[in-house]
């Protein structure tokens, strides 16, 4: 998939040494530190208890599929390789219930994945048109973002058959892939191009279609005229 990604590296510093001072100075030094630590503990205590008055997104509308389509050929090869991945247990539930500590979660793996991997085509990183792939290596397209954030939500108790994978036409007209949350409060979007989690309907995307949650198929988000259900970007 191509994409218009942007991407963040984090600047890693070395620790500090404490050298070339006296006796005193370096006491001072250590005090000082020691109170700099209690403020960050404290502003830490702060920013939890900001996180306990988090406040969930307002019920909104689902993105209705009209039928079966054929998969990504991304996806079908993704699956041969970790068929794992792709098996879905119909026993499992279809949507999310949106407790405060699942939407924490949805944005701890969305914003950790994000700033972690870099953007690379995959023609520069496999040598082919379209690869479907974990980002292991640090590096991926948008697919690869998305399957990544999909994992580590199975890895913290989130049901796969709800995590969907799908894809959309972007603002700049092209093909991109994002993750589908289907919530008992409407289905939510995880994307590289943002840490914000936003509704469907206000991506800004043509949905065109995604993972089906009762087989292989995949399932049409576009009407029978073709029409794909087009979302906005207004807050």
């Known amino acids: 998939m191509r994409h218009a990604d942007g991407g963040f590296s984090c600047q890693t510093f070395g620790g500090l040494r404490w050298r070339g001072w006296t006796d005193p100075v370096r006491r001072a030094r250590q005090m000082l530190s020691f109170a700099l ?19 969930l997104p307002d019920e909104v509308a689902v993105a209705e599929p009209t039928g079966p389509v054929r998969a990504i050929a991304g ?6 390789r970790i068929p794992q991945e792709c098996t879905i247990d119909t026993a499992e539930p279809s949507a999310i219930p949106l407790t405060v500590a699942v939407w924490r979660t949805l944005q701890s793996v969305n914003r950790r994945v994000n700033a972690r991997i870099r953007p690379i085509t995959d023609q520069a990183h496999w040598g082919l048109v379209d690869r479907w792939d974990f980002p292991d290596d640090g590096f991926g397209d948008c697919e690869d973002y998305q399957l990544l954030k999909r994992r580590m939500l199975v890895e913290r108790g989130l ?11 972007d603002e700049t007209n092209e093909g991109h892939a994002v993750l589908t949350i289907r919530t008992d409060r409407g289905d939510f979007i995880l994307d590289n191009k943002t840490d914000a989690i936003r509704s469907w309907r206000r991506t800004g995307y043509s949905f065109i279609k995604r993972a089906g949650q009762d087989g292989p198929a995949w399932v049409s988000l576009e009407g029978k005229d073709g029409t794909a259900q087009v979302a906005t970007a207004e807050p």
């Open 75 to 80: 996806w079908a090869d993704f699956c041969a």
């Open 159 to 169: 049901p796969r058959r709800a995590l969907l994978m799908t894809v959309v036409i």
């Open 37 to 55: 630590v209690g403020t960050i503990l404290t502003m830490g205590g702060a920013t939890t208890h900001a996180h306990a008055r988090l406040v």
